[in-house]
């Protein structure tokens, strides 16, 4: 009987020592891209209102690595009730045909800043998994005007004077 009074005991110590805390991260909708372009796409990683603690965010490339570039360091310090922006960048292969799907999955990973300072028993991280997909597409064909070419040309009537 005392094992079970110790570990509610226990149980109910953790729950008050654990902070309930907002994390989360923009989801961008399916990406168009045509063969051998790269684009990069911008993500909101934020804590949520009311947030007292700073956390450090780390982007984890689940699937569809073979066509994402990380183009900037993996951990993003986000301010308490605050946000930061993440980029990666997309690389679409030359020899991909139209329709040609990716599913991209990512991973944010948040930590609390300074778990030592916190007066909790557990500090526990927490995270945030996203996913979309990359098709390709085909080149986009823009209607340019004609390249002047450095001519001028200007129709004249002549009249002969009598």
Known sequence: MNKIINLIFVLVLLAINVNAVGFGVTQPSTIFLPPGENKIVEFSVQTGAGDKEAVIATLGVIKGSEIIELI???????????ETKARIKLNMPENSKPEDIWKIVLEFKADPVNPEENNKMVSLGYGVEISFDVVA??????????????????????RPII
Do not use: C, H, N
Request: no cysteine.
């Open 137 to 158: 597409s085909e080149p986009e064909k823009t209607s340019q005007p004609p390249i002047p070419t450095g001519e001028v040309t200007r129709e004249t009537k002549y």
């Open 72 to 82: 900037e360091d993996t951990k993003y310090l986000v301010p308490a009730s605050g």
